[in-house]
């Protein structure tokens, strides 16, 4: 969807670019320490916002932005969230905000152990109403991006693209530009390279411990 908006001209931040570059102002958005004008600071040089976090704080971006527009995707029910999260600084902060993006989504935390696909299936359809009985009409689209360009350039006042609708997360190629890097491995190696570090830190605490015991 972020593809396709940027292919019609639109300046988007995606998932990763609220992310890498807005992660710790989202934590103080969900933690209730800003109100609906730090969206206007946030946002005053980019036409949309697609995906997580900001998809679960639409309507106060809406109230920022009165004239916006406002595209419900109807996705697939599929959660992703990292295994690293309480050894790794850096796993361990993007899974802090997908937390509480979560719980401001579904009401409840759901990560890769405990997913309840019916509690989770119930949030979404409320959800979706909500947003169907909030935002005007004519300021909403309900979209599958199977449809493709029809749909949204009508919706966008936009005239229809010469190249085909893109489809960029095939086989969930698009986890590997996750976290600005360009591949899993490189963040895989990330990781390992902070577990290491940790781990040399407890290894020197542990003898430290045992030379006090010895010679003390």
């Known amino acids: 969807m972020a593809s396709a908006l940027r292919i019609l001209g639109y300046s988007v931040y995606d998932s990763p670019d609220q992310i ?33 976090p900001a998809c679960a ?3 106060q971006i ?3 932005f009165p004239n916006s527009k406002l595209i419900f995707g109807i996705p697939k029910f599929v959660i992703f969230l990292a295994l690293s999260r309480l050894i790794s600084y850096t796993m361990y902060r993007v899974w802090l905000l997908m937390m509480k993006c979560n719980t401001a989504c579904f009401g409840h935390f759901a990560n890769s152990f405990n997913v309840n696909e019916m509690l989770t299936r119930s949030a979404y359809r409320k959800h979706e109403a909500y947003a169907r009985s909030v935002c005007p009409k ?3 689209l309900v979209y599958n991006v199977s449809e493709g360009w029809g749909p949204l350039c009508k919706f966008l006042d ?3 693209p010469e190249e085909e609708f893109p489809h960029l997360n095939k086989n969930s190629q698009i986890l590997k530009s996750t976290m600005g890097l360009t591949s899993i491995e490189k963040l895989e190696q990330k990781v390992g390279d902070e577990i290491k570090q940790k781990a040399k830190i407890v290894i020197l ?4 411990i045992m030379f006090w015991f010895m010679y003390m």
């Not at 807005?22 to 949309?48: L, V």
């Open 158 to 160: 936009k005239p229809l």
């Open 62 to 64: 809406l109230e920022a």
């Open 20 to 52: 890498l570059k807005q992660r710790e102002t989202w934590i103080e958005i969900f933690d209730g320490k800003h109100d609906n004008n730090i969206f206007k600071k946030m946002y005053k040089d980019i036409d949309a916002v697609t995906d997580v």
């Open 57 to 59: 704080v639409w309507d």
């Open 205 to 208: 605490c542990i003898l430290g």
């Open 138 to 140: 004519d300021q909403l």
